[in-house]
Every structure is written in C-alpha cells, then in structure tokens.
C-alpha cells in the first residue's frame, strides 16, 4: 500500500526578500494510469539546483534550524527573483529510485520492480509520481546510486561533442575541467578521438586531468597561462569553447587565444581572421561580469548554452543515441564521485549547506531520501 504523504525539500521566495529552504510533508497521489511512483534512492546536488533551492541568497549569513534554511536576498537580486515570490517550489533535477506501484497502462506496469532514473525535478523526496515515459530504465547491473546523475552531466558533455559535430568543429575548449562533469568530458573525447584543451584555475586540479591521461591542460592560475593556452590551441585546432566560469576575462582570453593561434603563420587581415571562433557560456561559477576585450576579430559568437533547448535543437536521433551510450556507460564513462551522502534532513545543515554550496571541484554531494 502507497503512503499517503512523503517528505520532500522545498524552497520559497517571500517579498521581504527571505528565502526558506526546508524539509516537509506533501501528499502523495496515486498514479495516473500512464505515471509510475518512484521511491527515490539518490538524487545528486548539481549547480543548477543550487540556483533553484538558493539562488543568490546569503546563505552563509543564514539561519538554520533542524530541516529548514532561512536566508535573505539582497534587493537587487530580490528584484531580478520577483517572478517566484511567493512560489513554493520543489527542488532536485534528477535522481534515481525503484517503481513501487503503476497506473494501468501497460508501460506503466511494465516498470514495477524495476531501478529506473529520472530527470523531471521535484527528486529531492522520498517519492516522486512521474510519467512512465521519462523514465531511463537502469541496467540490472546498475545502482540507485550510480544511475542517480544519469542526466545533466552526462547529456551535458555529449551535448557539448554533438554541438562541436553539427557545428562543423573538429577540437574543444573546456574550463573548470576538472569537475565531474569535465572527466566525464575527457574520457568521451579520449573515446571520440576529439582533442580537447582542458582549462583549470589551479596546479593541483591540472594534475588530476593529466594523471587520468589528459593530453592538453592548462592551469589559469599560471604565469605562462596565455602562452600555455595558445600552445595548447595550436596543437589541437581547437575553435569551440565551453565555460563554466562565465564572468571575468577567462572565456576572452579564450577567444583571444583562439585569434592568435589563427594568425600564427604571421600574415596580416585587417579584420582578423577567418577561423570561426565559438564561445558558449553553460556556468555562473564567477557571477561578475563577462569581460570581453575584442581583441580576436569579427569572425566570432559567444552565446548562452543551456542542456534542455540544446537537446530540442539536437533533434531526436541524437537524443536517442545520447541516452543509449549514457545507459550503457553509467559504470565507465558517466561515472561520478561524491565527496558525501545526505539525507533529506542533514542536506540542510550549516555544515552541508557552505560545503557543496561553495561549489568546489571534489565536492558534489548525493542526497540520499531513504535516509
């Protein structure tokens, strides 16, 4: 028999700018007949979830109670906020569970039993009613707790090979690459033949990269940087760059980077070269400003990047051939790390809160709803 409630975490927006995070009862309904209900086993803290269940609330000035983080925006982003006051809204891109119950339909009922993931929000719960048909059946073989991030980094790095592809490039640029995300975009490359230029802000993060083989990285923190980066270009050809960062000089000095090494046979264009140059900005890990200081010519775009409406432009074949090599490389090449487990409670504690809040490389944590 399904429970009648469940627990999950929610977070709401007041208009005197006061943000709540907290741990509570929601009912639960019963299926429809073409849902399933997931009792939810994992579900990873991404980024992106940071900007729903926080945003850019001061949460170190916040005050915590058992279950529940109050924390106050400042009134200019109170302002940029204004459409969600007074929502509440549930947190938790994806995650992963087994099927405890289904609607009649016949695909519903076929995933009774079964370890599936899920990428529909509202995943940080004990259970979560979703539509039979968006959820990615796991391989027997294959745990709550390694299917949990079974989307946003995962589609996001091949999302990141089919753009390069459809867009007529041959080699990649990526920042922040030491994250989970930036391994997993390593060994797809490694796996593609796709040379990639791996950018991190500090020495050890560039020992990582290269103790897992990576054959181009350069660490911004570096006095040779530029030149190092411009090194780095040259040898691959690389023309597409992906960044993490998003304020501040970085994807600049990419671009810039990506002229010189354009021109390094010396000849002299007015307007710059011809190479196409193509910067997408995916991360906000540096909220300040984008600088940019135009020194790479007129052939150049740098735009927006964002997983859901990239996989719509993608079409479905890609779609369909991103999610069959995801499923069948969850142990391989999708694989993540986290630093710690949380339960639904302890996910809202000072400690937990800076910690995975900070956003350091190392640090992604996994919630664990079932305690």
């Known amino acids: 028999m399904l429970p009648a409630t469940t627990r999950q975490i929610t977070t709401h927006l007041a208009a005197d700018g006061w943000l709540t995070a907290r741990v509570e009862d929601a009912p639960l309904p019963a299926p429809a007949a073409s849902q399933v209900v997931v009792q939810v086993e994992a579900a990873p803290i991404n980024p992106s979830d940071l900007g729903l269940l926080f945003g850019p609330a001061d949460v170190e000035a916040g005050e915590f ?35 405890i119950a289904a609607g009649s339909d016949a695909a519903a009922q076929a995933l009774v039993g079964r370890r599936v993931a899920a990428f529909v929000g509202g995943m940080y719960a004990q259970h979560r009613v979703i539509e039979a048909a968006d959820c990615l059946l796991l391989p027997d073989d294959v745990s709550a707790r390694e299917g949990a991030a079974a989307f946003v980094n995962p589609l996001t790095a091949l999302a990141f090979v089919e753009t390069m592809h459809a867009e007529g490039h041959k080699a990649l640029i990526h920042t922040a690459a030491a994250s989970n995300l930036g391994q997993m975009l390593h060994r797809i490359c490694a796996e593609d033949g796709i040379p990639l230029v791996n950018v ?13 083989g990576a054959a181009h990285v350069v660490d911004s923190s570096a006095p040779t940087f530029r030149d190092d980066l411009v090194s780095a270009i040259t040898a691959t050809g690389a023309t597409m760059a992906f960044d ?32 196409p140059k193509r ?42 051939r991103m999610h069959t090599r995801v499923a069948r490389s969850l142990k391989t090449t999708f ?32 919630v664990t709803p079932q305690g």
Request: charged share 20%; hydrophobic share 45%; aromatic share 8%.
């Open 200 to 212: 991190v802000r500090k020495p050890e993060q560039a020992e990582l990269l290269r103790g897992l």
């Open 65 to 99: 109670t058992p279950g529940m983080v109050r924390a106050r925006m400042g009134d200019g982003a109170l302002r940029a906020f204004a459409a969600r006051v007074g929502m509440t809204l549930p947190v938790g891109n994806e995650g992963a569970g087994t099927v």
């Open 279 to 320: 910067g997408f900005i995916y991360g906000t890990l540096d909220p300040s400003p984008t600088v940019l200081n135009r020194n790479f010519g007129y052939v150049w775009d740098i735009s927006g990047f964002l997983l859901a409406p990239m996989m719509e432009k993608l079409g479905a074949v890609a779609r369909q």
């Open 244 to 275: 993490a960062v998003g304020g501040g000089t970085l994807l600049g000095q990419i671009m810039g980077a990506m002229e010189k090494a354009a021109n390094s046979g010396g000849s002299f264009a007015r307007y710059g070269s011809n190479s």
């Open 335 to 366: 694989a993540n790390h986290y630093k710690a487990d949380v339960t639904l409670e302890a996910m809202l504690t000072r400690e937990a809160v800076l910690d995975y809040n900070a956003r350091a490389t190392g640090a992604k944590y996994l």
